[in-house]
Each structure stands twice: as C-alpha cells, then as structure tokens.
C-alpha cells in the first residue's frame, strides 16, 4: 500500500488497497524443502519505495508490528533455548545432578547460600520463575529425602508463599515492586506449616546433638560424622545450623505477622534471632564446596511455563544477606508502630517511615497491620481515635455524638484510611495518588462546613451571643495542609523541580507553614479562654491574661516556626541567587524597557526562553491545590509582588534578609532541643540537620557578600585603570551555584562558586 503524499492531505485510510498473495508450503518434512534466501528480494522492492511510502496490510498495523514477537530470537521469543535446558527427572537421570541425599556439607552449604541469593532477588522485584525456581530441587521439594535440605527448601517456598498472599492483600505494590505471578510453579500451598516446622525442627535437633558431640559435651552417639575432617566437622555444623535456624525464623515471622499485633513481641524475638545468624552465613559461606552447574537452569521456567526470557544479574551473597537484613530491620521498625497512641503520632510514624523507602515486604506489613476493619492495630476503634484528636481542637463531647458528626467521622474515617494506605506506597506513587486524593478532601470540606453551619445555627437558636463554630472545618484543615505539605515535598523526593521553580515553593510551603502557625494558635486561644471562663464562669468576657511560663510555646509550634523560617530564608536566598546571575523572572513592564537594548533583550531570552511562562508554571505546579476550599490557595500575583519586593532591594539588603530567617530557624532549632519536653533520638537528629543547614546556608552568604565586595573593589580599580582605553565596563559573568541536599532532601545548601 503506497502512502500518500504529505501536501495532498490524503490519509492512509483512503490509499489504494493493495492484494498480498497467500503463499502454501507444501506438506512435506522440513527436511526435504529447499530454501533460497529471499533478502536480496525485499532490498530491491524497499529501493523501488518513494520517500514517504510504506507497505502496509490492513491486519497488520504498526501497533502489531510494535508489540510483535521476533520469533527465533532468544532474546523475545521463549520457545528458543540457548543450549540444553534439562528437568529435574532429566538431569537426574542423565546424572548431571546428584540425588539430594547425597550432596556434601559442603555442597549443601553452597546450595543454601545461592537460594539465599535468589530470595533476595525475588524481594527485589524480580520473578519467582527467574529466580528460586531456577533451582531444579524447588521443582520437587514435596519427594527430597535430604534431612537438611529438604526443610530447607520448604520453609523457603512457604514463606514466600506467604508474602506473596500477604503483598496480594495489601495491594499497595507496583509492577515495579513486586510481581505477583507464580507462572504455575507450586509454592506447596498443600503442605501445612506444622509438618514444615516439625522437619526443621528435626534437622536443628539432629545438628545440635551432632554440635554437643563435637564440643565432648555429650555421650558417644552413633552419629555419622558429616564429613571426613574432624577439625572441620564443629565449622560444617554451625554453618549448616545458622542457615536452618534463620529459615526457621523467617518462616516464625510471617507466620507471627498473620495473627496480628498480639504477636509483636514473638516477631521481635524471631526478627532477632534471624538477624544473629547473618553474620554466622557470611562468615561460613567460605566451607561451600562448588556443586554441578545444572541445578540451577536459568531457563528452565521458558520450558516449563513459557516464561518471557527475563535478564536476572545475582547480587552475590554479601549484598543478598544485606538486603535481607535490611527487609528484616524494616519489619523490626513496623512491630514499633503498635507504640502510637494518638492519630498525629500514627500520622508523623507512618510519614516517616514512608521517607526512609522500605521494600514493599515491610511496607504491605505496616498497612495490614495498621487498620484490621474499623480498628486500629485491630483492637482500639478509629473513631474513639477521631474523637481524641478533635478534642485536641477543643470539639466537645456532646457535639461527637451527635448524628450528623457521626457521619461527617464515617466518611473521615475512610479517607483517613485511604491516606494511610497511600502513604505505604513507593515515593515515586505516592504523588501521583496524593494528587487525586485532593477531590476526596474537597468532599470532606464542604461536609465539614455543612456540619459547622448546622451546629451554628442550633447554638444560636439558644444564644444570639455564641460565636460560629469552625472546629470541623479546622481539624479537616489540619489534615489538608500536612497533605499539602508533604506533596510539595515531594516533588524534592523525584527530583522534580528545576532550580528556577525552588523560589515558588518554598514560598508556597512558606504560605502552608504559615496557616498551620494561625490555626494553632487560634486553638491556643480559645485552650486560654476555656481555661479563663472555667476559673471566673461570671466573668466570661473579661478573662485575666495569663503569663507566659518558660518553656510555654508547644514543641508542635516551634518546629512549625522552623520550618516557616527555613523555607523563608530559602526562598530569599534562592531569589537573591536568581537576580545576581541575571535569572530572575521579570513583570511585563520590566520587559517593555529590556526591548530597548537588543543587548538587554539577548540576555533576557537566555534567562527566560521564548515560550517559557513563570505565571503558568506556577499555576501548573500547584492546580491541584485550587480544588480545595481552605486553604485559599496562594496565586501568582502575590508571588510576582514578593519578586517585585525583592528587586527593588539592594543585593545586601536581599542576603540579609535571608541571613536573618537562617538565624532564626537556628534560634527555633536550638530552643526545640533544650525544652522541657526533649525530643527523641530520630526527631534529634532530625532537628540537627535542620540547624545545619540553616547555619551552613548562612555561612555561604557571608562568603557570597565578603566575595562580592571584595570583587566590587577589583571592579572599581579596574574600571578606573581602563576607562580612558575602553570606555565601557565588563559585564559581571554568571555564577556557577551548586545546590546540595545531602543532609536534607526539601531543604538544601546553597553554594555560588565564582
């Protein structure tokens, strides 16, 4: 079919259809056909097609064409085996494999350690067909005889079996975390985990008899040794007894895990006892003797199952064993969970743990664990939760129960849980999901409004004098700026911003920090008032003003003060960066007068392109924020007015004032760690980079100014030196500026190299 000529405005629908000859092989073997190559053909054709023809059948577009199968390449189609791929029973037979009764310590030790490395790559993502079940003993597992390695091998496929059903469950997994398909491979969902433990069981007592007979602490048995070297036999018992035992701990914890947050302290146990027998394998792992190549087949899924041919590169044991460790640290920090109390400190363990990046194990873990229906950790109910946090907010009791509330909570409590189970989803989801989530918090507003408005008009109706009720739609409003919040930070996380939008952020996140700040300490006085009308009930109006104590400003109000200061002086320092190195976003009236210069006019293109638009870029970044009712959201214009602020200072004046937000967050920082009420050891640390950045950001301004005066001095000589050769001064060149977020991923230090 010959496409038609681009000015002719024809489409390839209406070309002339073309008839393609079906061509009959004739039915006779393969063996007796006789093929001629054909390439020399096709070229001639192609070299006949004009510039801009095609050969296109009707049935076969360029989608099918796209997502084709090459067949007789390896590389895409399954059906083609590089060498020979054996079974289990074929290998066996063709004795390429021993029989596994029959491996050696040694043997057993370098096949335990290589299914430890394709487990982990399994956790990685990885399929369960190009990994475990390359190993051609896990195709029978149900039929092995070997004491140690067939415990082995079934704790290994009935733990995995376990995370698969429990990451299935949870359902916060991406393809690109976890796949799900088991591709017909049995993972002995039939055998009970009873008999599995039952096996290792029998195998830890037989080494640890064998382990009291090599120390002389036992009576002669007539136990075999395994091996022939009896200075060896202790190292090949220990070794081999680290690896069931951490099988055994492995399987413990998923098993402990299903039965809900009553376990916790047997997880614990178990998660310690695995991670003691890390260093034991590592240490071990040199007693592994090579065994035959082909009891693993990294192909042998393609032939079973038509697995597509998937590249699998082994992490090596150390890695593996780390990245294992790794899963079962993030499982000891999920059991910690079950310490929160209130729904902040489940709201702040949740985001931070969902900062930190744990693999999706110990993530599906933290969401089945959070919420089993309508209860907490499945023992205290989400609404009695609910009601604590809006007292906090001053709401009171008889309002709680009122019919109305009880709905506005039913459908709080589901929105809650929704933001939890986004929260446990990878960073690079987590945005996208929160996005969307924004139409779901608009609906609780407007709920939250109605609900503040009925409660209005019924305590009216008995007092005139009684002020409107704003406690729904406040701790709604809490919530929605923390989400807020964390969706701008966000963007840090993905790399998303360019360095010319930092400014609108922080100074968005600045807006945010800001309501935040009101909303506390609006609660604050009305906490004050309460407290006032309860002591003097016949002096309502006229409470007596209460002195501030040391330590009375609230840690939730400092740290909201630092991070307000923070992002404030970010911002400053970032727009006075931006106006020095002549990249700062210009109004329109500033660009009437730049046309006059065709110089001012060629650099203003390099600082701003021809189709760039600050104003709608900065609409884009924040739309989503637009479908909510409160907080009113921050519009351009208040930003271009803060730029304009900004100009017309002096360059000192602009990196003074970002000096003195620096100096501030500093203040707030180190106020936070001497209060009364010290914070944790996570929280710590947290506030320590906070005070560094602010120091080290204050540092590099007083660099920046000292640098800038001292080259304001060279200038002058220079200038006064060549004015009567020149007669026109140097334009200043730009300054390179390196942001750094190595101690902080949303707050960076920020280096001008001249």
């Known amino acids: 079919m010959k496409e038609s000529d681009a000015s002719s405005g024809e489409s390839l629908n209406n070309a002339p259809s073309v008839s393609v000859p079906v061509f009959h092989f004739p039915e006779k073997p393969v063996e007796e056909m006789e093929f001629s190559p054909f390439t020399d053909t096709l070229e001639a054709l192609v070299s006949e097609l004009k510039d801009g023809e095609i050969v296109l059948m009707e049935n076969f577009t360029l989608f099918e064409a796209m997502s084709a199968v090459e067949l007789m390449d390896p590389k895409m189609d399954s059906g083609m085996l590089n060498g020979e791929v054996l079974t289990t029973e074929e290998a066996l037979s063709l004795k390429k494999i021993d029989p596994d009764h029959l491996l050696t310590p040694a043997q057993l030790i370098s096949l335990m350690d290589a299914l430890l490395e394709q487990e982990a790559l399994w956790c990685s993502g990885q399929t369960l067909a190009n990994t475990i079940f390359t190993c051609l003993y896990a195709h029978q597992a149900t039929s092995l005889t070997s004491v140690y390695l067939s415990p082995f091998i079934l704790s290994l496929l009935k733990y995995s079996e376990y995370l698969k059903e429990m990451i299935i469950r949870a359902d916060i997994y991406e393809e690109e975390d976890f796949i799900a398909n088991t591709f017909g491979f049995s993972l002995c969902e039939k055998v009970p985990e009873t008999e599995i433990m039952s096996k290792l069981k029998e195998a830890e007592d037989d080494l640890v008899l064998r382990e009291k007979k090599a120390k002389g602490k036992a009576d002669e048995t007539e136990l075999k040794p395994l091996q022939d070297d009896p200075t060896k036999e202790l190292s090949f018992i220990e070794a081999l007894l680290a690896r069931l035992r951490f099988r055994k701990a492995m399987l413990t914890i998923q098993s402990a895990f299903e039965k809900g947050a009553s376990r916790v302290e047997a997880i614990k146990k178990a998660i310690t006892l695995a991670q003691a027998q890390i260093p034991i394998i590592k240490e071990s792992s040199k007693l592994g003797n090579t065994f035959p190549a082909s009891v693993f087949q990294p192909q042998i899924a393609r032939r079973l199952s038509s697995t597509p041919p998937r590249p699998v590169v082994a992490f090596g044991l150390e890695k593996s064993l780390n990245l294992l460790d790794e899963i079962l640290k993030s499982l000891l920090v999920v059991c910690s969970v ?168 922080y100074c968005y996140m600045d807006y945010l920090y800001g309501r935040m700040l009101q909303n506390l300490s609006y609660v604050q006085i009305q906490k004050k008032f309460a407290k006032a009308k309860s002591k003097n009930p016949k002096k309502p109006n006229k409470p007596k003003k209460l002195k501030d104590k040391k330590d009375s400003v609230k840690p939730e109000q400092l740290i909201l003060e630092a991070h307000q200061f923070l992002c404030r002086g970010l911002l400053r320092y970032t727009t006075a960066v931006e106006k020095d190195n002549g990249q700062a976003p210009v109004s329109k009236e500033e660009k009437k007068d730049e046309k006059k210069d065709d110089q001012d006019k060629k650099d203003s293109k390099e600082s701003d392109p021809e189709f760039f638009n600050k104003e709608l870029l900065f609409y884009h970044r924040f739309s989503g924020f637009h479908k909510l009712a409160q907080p009113i959201p921050l519009l351009y214009p208040h930003f271009a007015h803060f730029l304009e602020q900004s100009n017309a200072m002096g360059a000192k004046e602009r990196y003074d004032s970002a000096s003195e937000a620096f100096k501030s967050c500093q203040g707030l920082v180190e106020k936070l760690v001497h209060h009364k009420t010290p914070p944790n050891a996570e929280n710590l640390s947290y506030l320590k980079s906070l005070a560094k950045i602010a120091i080290s950001n204050n540092v590099q301004i007083q660099i920046l100014l000292r640098n800038k005066q001292m080259q304001k001095e060279r200038e002058e000589k220079e200038r006064q030196e060549k004015a009567k050769e020149e007669g026109q001064k140097e334009k200043e060149k730009k300054k390179q500026v390196k942001w750094d977020f190595s101690q902080q991923k949303c707050f960076p230090i920020i280096q001008v190299i001249a």
């Not at 363990?349 to 664990?369: C, E, K």
């Not at 709680?400 to 589901?414: I, Y």
């Not at 008009?457 to 406690?471: A, L």
């Open 338 to 505: 079950v310490n929160c109390t209130s729904l902040a400190e489940l709201y702040d363990f949740v985001t931070s743990f969902s900062d930190a990046s744990h693999n999706v194990i110990a993530r599906s873990r933290l969401h089945l664990l959070l919420f089993i229906g309508k209860k907490v950790f499945g023992k205290f109910p989400l609404f009695d939760w609910i009601d604590q946090d809006m007292q906090q907010l001053l709401v009171p009791d008889s309002l709680l129960s009122l019919p109305q509330t009880l709905s506005f909570k039913e459908n709080a409590s589901k929105l809650l849980i929704s933001l939890f189970r986004i929260f446990n989803f990878n960073r690079a989801r987590q945005r996208r999901k929160l996005l969307r989530s924004f139409d779901d918090w608009q609906i609780i507003q407007h709920e939250a409004e109605a609900l503040d408005e009925i409660i209005t008009n019924q305590t009216k109706s008995i007092d005139q004098t009684s002020p409107p009720c704003h406690m729904f739609m406040l701790w709604t409003l809490n919530k929605v700026l923390k989400v807020m919040i964390l969706f701008l930070q966000l963007g840090f996380h993905l790399d998303l911003y360019a360095p010319y939008e930092l400014s609108m952020v």
